[in-house]
């Protein structure tokens, strides 16, 4: 049987690969897209792209995120049968959400003067109805394609998983630069290319899990609205997170805007881009080592539980050093050569940031000892707790103090975030105090590798 470590490992080098991937898309697409599209066309496609990225926040509500775990842990104990329940629950509610959704949606779309309403005149309103659609079913497409991963990370064979979602997006962005540099493609049969390969992946998922966990199949027969009851108050818990991510970045954006103006949004929003490659660090780990925690817990091994934890930790902590010493030396030549020199920053304002942005990767990793055990709902509690509390630091103080007030919000809020959810870990992990979780940080070094080659 495969080591965790090993398992982490590959795990970590495919989440690695996916957020490279997603640069590298981000970054190519843009120009190209504006080279052969121009600025205007570009422009409606990204009006158009926003609704349904918007709606992509709430994902699958949350509902499977929580299969995904249940599964995971119903397998680590033996118990296939509690896992299909759980797969099976879980596609039917999000099936009938979407079928619901995308009627209400479909109606929604073609009965209002979508053109007009969005100031599209470039693409033909028939087109751009079409578009919407299109973008909608993805989103739908892509709930599905999740709930089948998490039935594959169930059994060890996410990293199987994450793959074939990488491929298919070098698959999609190698077909829609082909598309526009040879047939110059227009917005309709780009979306179209990124559906079908949404399709492709979700039909690979299938075949691989029906060899790799044939006991896994779709139905009805174990359908239990009690059960769906149970998990919803879960689910929304895992629903608060990207909705209130979202919140906090576009409402702290709009509160600084509305203050401050525009010129101190570009320092505020280029700063927190530059900042938060530290954090998909933090979302690789968080991917990597999320199975085999689960898993852990699930067959009620702490020990090992606490020292994959503990290990992250570790890889964390030399991760963050090397980041903010990297941002000491070469941050600020590095941020003014990618903004060519167009946005001035304050020393305390840059430094201060990366700092922030530490403390958040700190508890960010934290908080994945809740999420791996679905024991989420006090972290989504302290999570809306600290939104408001960012809402209303940045109101009062960015009066008073400008962008360093800015600051002083995100301190307050990371910080509550921190003691919170490090203290509600620590009960999760057993540890009695601060100083027995210490003692083990700094004594467990090389067996930690050695245990998890079991």
């Known amino acids: 049987m495969e080591s965790s470590f090993n398992k982490i490992f590959k795990a970590s080098g495919a ?218 108050p879960l689910a929304l818990s895992f629903l608060s997170f990207p909705l209130t991510q979202a919140f906090s970045i576009q409402g702290a954006v709009i509160i600084v805007g509305s203050i401050l103006g525009p010129a101190a949004v570009v320092i505020f929003s280029t700063t927190r881009t530059f900042m938060n490659v530290i954090k998909q660090v933090v979302s690789t780990l968080n991917l990597a080592i999320t199975p085999e925690l689960t898993t852990a817990y699930g067959k009620e091994n702490f020990e090992k539980f606490k020292r994959i934890f503990i290990s992250s930790i570790q890889v964390l902590a030399v991760v963050l050093i090397g980041f903010n010493l990297f941002v000491l030396v070469f941050g600020k030549p590095l941020f003014h050569f990618w903004t060519k020199n167009k946005v001035q920053v304050s020393d305390l304002f840059f430094y201060s940031f990366a700092i922030i942005t530490s403390v958040s990767a700190v508890w960010n990793l934290f908080g994945i000892v809740q999420g791996s055990t679905n024991k989420a709902k006090k972290y989504a509690v302290y999570n809306l707790i600290s939104i408001a509390i960012l809402i209303i630091s940045v109101i009062v103080l960015t009066r008073i103090l400008g962008l360093n007030g800015v600051i002083i919000a995100m301190l307050l809020s990371e910080l509550f975030m921190l003691l919170f959810v490090v203290k509600d870990a620590f009960g999760i992990l057993k540890y009695s105090s601060a100083k027995s979780f210490f003692a083990q940080l700094f004594t467990l070094r090389l067996p930690a590798i050695k245990f998890l080659n079991t």
């Open 15 to 232: 989440a690695a690969f996916g957020q490279i991937i997603n640069i590298v898309n981000q970054l190519l697409l843009v120009p190209i897209y504006i080279k052969f599209w121009g600025p205007h066309l570009y422009g409606e496609w990204l009006i158009l792209s926003a609704a349904p990225s918007l709606i992509a926040m709430a994902g699958d509500l949350g509902f499977g995120t929580v299969a995904a775990n249940e599964m995971n842990l119903c397998v680590a104990k033996n118990n296939r049968l509690g896992a299909l329940k759980s797969f099976q629950n879980t596609w039917i509610v999000i099936s009938t959400f979407s079928v619901i959704f995308l009627l209400v949606a479909f109606t929604g779309i073609y009965l209002s003067p979508i053109d007009r309403l969005l100031n599209i005149t470039d693409i033909a309103e028939g087109d751009s109805k079409l578009i919407l659609v299109l973008f909608l079913i993805n989103i739908l497409v892509i709930q599905q394609n999740s709930l089948l991963l998490g039935a594959l990370r169930c059994e060890g064979n996410y990293v199987i998983g994450m793959n074939i979602g990488n491929f298919s997006k070098i698959a999609e962005l190698s077909l829609i630069i082909i598309s526009l540099t040879f047939f110059s493609a227009g917005p309709v049969l780009i979306v179209s290319i990124i559906l079908s390969m949404s399709i492709i992946a979700g039909f690979i998922h299938r075949i691989i899990l029906a060899k790799r966990s044939s006991w896994i199949y779709y139905g009805v027969r174990h359908f239990s609205y009690k059960a769906v009851k149970e998990q919803l």
